[in-house]
């Protein structure tokens, strides 16, 4: 290892043990000025499905994707916005850029959504489940769901699920989930994962919600790994975007001078999308272009065996709702 290699990873794992500096603007700086980081080589022609593209994270990544050639579809829930953020994106390439309007909350959407995009013409190189939001007050979809756990979980999963069922997604496709660090406060529990009414909480709904993507996704790495397709999740750090704003206004206050930009957030999602085959490994927690930790607490902490058993029961559990409510649709 040269020496510069080795000042950038003890820098690395010094910021990741503060937390603040790994999470904010700091660490990205600092990472990726040390590591020499370049746009990942293996974007040009990639068909990139991207979630909650219309804002934020989802939107900058969208950008960067088209301005390296990939040909990118922007998922949204309103026309108006996609409309806008096509006009955006469209500054950066000279290809097509596609939209497809779609409410994840809403799981009949979602596998319209999914019914769309298997049948283009060519497979899906990157499906990013990016849409998200951390909602103050519950709020029930009128398929009975909680919102926050139908956009973050149940509608990824339909809609990855139906994509591998009907050769949707190409051969070394990657699946991304944009998570959060607000997940390392939950210890995953399935009997708790639907919030009720009564015991809801926006901060803990969106944890567990982010959790569970956490979960899933080490298990789609096991269950799909003949498939040649690859299962990653991403958190982004801490980034000034209107998701921030709303969902968490007094800690976007505190926090703003160390906030990064959303391309800097969005950074880590673009490279895995275009990272060459061999490096990214499936079934991790990426930040700033390295694997990290799924635990931080010991309170939430799943052993090996726990977290087989959690990824089975959560996938059954997942099929069995969006079944429930496909039908009674
Ligand atoms: N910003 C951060 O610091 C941070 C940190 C950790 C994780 N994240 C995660 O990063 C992702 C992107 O968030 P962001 O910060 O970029 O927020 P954002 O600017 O609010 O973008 C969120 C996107 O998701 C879309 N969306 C929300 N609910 C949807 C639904 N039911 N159907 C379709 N689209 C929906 C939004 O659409 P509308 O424009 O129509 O609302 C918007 O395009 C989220 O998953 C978030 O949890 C962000």
Known sequence: ??????????????????????????????????????????VLGRRVVITGATSGLGLAAAARLARLGAHVHLVGRSETKLTSARAHVQLFTSGEVWTHRCDL??????????????????????????????????????????????????????????????????????????????????????????????????????????????????????????????????HPGWAATPGLTNGIPLFERAVKPLLRTPDQGADTLVWLVGAPTSEPTGGQLWLDRHPRRLYRLKKTHLSAPEEFQAGEQLASWCDERIARALNEA
């Open 105 to 234: 909350s809403l799981l009949n959407d979602a596998r319209d959504l999914a019914r769309e995009l298997s049948a283009l013409s060519t497979p899906v190189d990157a499906l990013v489940h990016n849409a998200g939001a951390l909602l103050p007050a519950y709020t029930e979809t009128r398929e009975g769901l909680e919102t926050t756990l139908a956009t973050h979980l149940l509608s990824p999963y339909l809609l990855t699920e139906y994509l591998l069922a009907h050769g949707g997604l190409a051969a070394h496709a990657r699946v991304i989930t944009m998570t959060s660090g607000g997940m390392y406060t939950e210890r995953f529990d399935l009997a708790q994962l639907m919030m009720t009414v009564d015991a809801y909480r926006g901060t803990t709904a969106y944890a567990r919600a982010k959790r569970a993507q956490c979960v899933l996704t080490p298990y789609w790495q096991r269950a799909h790994a003949a498939s040649g397709v690859s299962f990653h999740l991403v």
């Open 1 to 42: 290892m040269s020496a510069r290699a080795q000042v950038a990873h003890v820098v690395d794992e010094a910021l990741e043990a503060s937390v603040v500096g790994s999470f904010t603007r700091l660490g990205y700086v600092a990472r990726s000025r040390l590591e020499k980081w370049r746009d990942p080589a293996f």
